[in-house]
């Protein structure tokens, strides 16, 4: 089960990538995370909560040693 | 009471959400961070804010930056984690960024990416999802069989064994720190974007004004 859950994050990762790779050269109609992001940050509230979140990442892993 | 609207922006809901997941994980620290930001958004709705162009500064001088996140890393990451040295660090980066995103001015409606957004955002939408559906499914099992976690290692589990040795963590918080960069600068050119369609808009109105007296 540990190879199945391991295996699924590495999954994510990759469609991550590959939506990126789509997205930049094909004709998928698949926005570029940059062009994503930019349009997710026209609302005040998704600045403030996506900041927020990834300063909680870097603290989630070294400053409470989760 | 137009400051409530707020919530019915995805960012508010999605906050509270993760919030009852920090209450049953039982973290004060986390509970707190993400309510506590969750009332920031609310209570910055309802401040009267100027329309501009993203946060102060600009995303110039690239290897200087580059230098500074270098050095940031290799520094913060000779203190292992949890420890003192570590968080004050953290800290210190935290306020920083708060300071930018509360003093920030108002993005100015609709950015120049929306087109290039077109419908394709829900792939992105579904990879998230799915990315957290599970680290959620991972972390429940780990409730339900407590003598079994290994089996069910949420994201924590597979990086925090990395994150021991000083290479590890300057790694980590490279790809971290460059992480925050990249979206400052989006932040900005969302901002610029907004703000010079907004100043167009501006012109175009103020020219149209002139034709008409004329």
């Known amino acids: 089960m540990r190879t199945v859950t391991i295996a699924l994050y590495v999954a994510c990762a990759l469609a991550l990538v590959i939506s990126e790779l789509l997205a930049r050269y094909s004709r998928a109609r698949i926005p570029r995370l940059a062009d994503l992001l930019r349009w997710m940050l026209r609302r005040r509230s998704t600045q403030i909560g996506v900041v927020m979140a990834w300063w909680w990442i870097g603290w989630h892993f070294l400053g409470s040693g989760a | ?214």
């Open chain 2, 1 to 214: 009471m137009s400051r409530w609207r707020v919530w019915r922006e995805p960012a508010v809901p999605m906050l509270l959400a993760a919030t009852v997941v920090h209450i049953v994980r039982r973290d004060v620290f986390d509970t707190v961070l993400f309510a506590g930001t969750a009332l920031l958004i609310t209570w910055d709705a309802g401040r009267a804010r100027q329309v501009g162009a993203g946060p102060p500064g600009r995303a110039g001088h690239r290897w200087v930056v580059a230098a500074g996140m270098t050095a940031y890393a290799a520094i913060v990451a000779l203190a292992p984690a949890a420890t003192v040295g570590a968080r004050a660090a953290m800290i210190a980066v935290g306020l920083a960024a708060a300071a930018l995103v509360v003093g920030g001015p108002r993005p100015a409606g609709s950015s120049g990416a929306e087109a290039a957004v077109g419908r394709g955002w829900w792939v992105w939408a579904a990879i998230g999802l799915v990315a957290c559906l599970w680290e959620l499914s991972s972390f429940i099992s780990q409730q339900v069989w407590p003598s079994d976690q290994a089996s069910h290692p949420a994201v924590s589990d597979l990086v925090g064994p990395l994150l021991t040795s000083w290479f590890g963590r300057f790694v980590f918080l490279l790809l971290w720190a460059a992480a925050g960069w990249w979206l400052l600068a989006q932040w900005m050119g969302a901002g610029r974007r907004g703000a010079d369609r907004h100043i167009a808009a501006a012109c175009h109105s103020e020219t149209g004004r002139s034709e008409a007296d004329r």
